[in-house]
């Protein structure tokens, strides 16, 4: 996840693997509807599921992921 800290504004994601089809979907939706950081950490994202490697991806924004 790449984002602007300040005002939490996503900018782009980087998805590399061989289920990141699955995954990319969030992230688009998100951006086109102007969703910040913080809107998607309160974002349910189950254990265990693909899902959760994106709200690592998220939590790292702020240095906060324990899985990255």
Do not use: R, W
Not at 13 to 29: F, R, S
Not at 38 to 43: A, H, S
Request: net charge negative.
């Amino acid at each position: 996840m790449v984002a602007d800290t300040k005002y939490g504004e996503i900018l782009g994601v980087h998805i590399i693997g061989p289920q990141a089809t699955e995954m990319i979907a969030e992230a688009v939706a998100a951006m086109q509807a102007e969703a910040t950081i913080d809107d998607l950490m309160f974002t349910i994202h189950p254990h265990p599921t693909l899902s959760e490697a994106m709200f690592d991806g998220i939590e790292n924004v702020y240095g906060l992921s324990i899985n990255i």
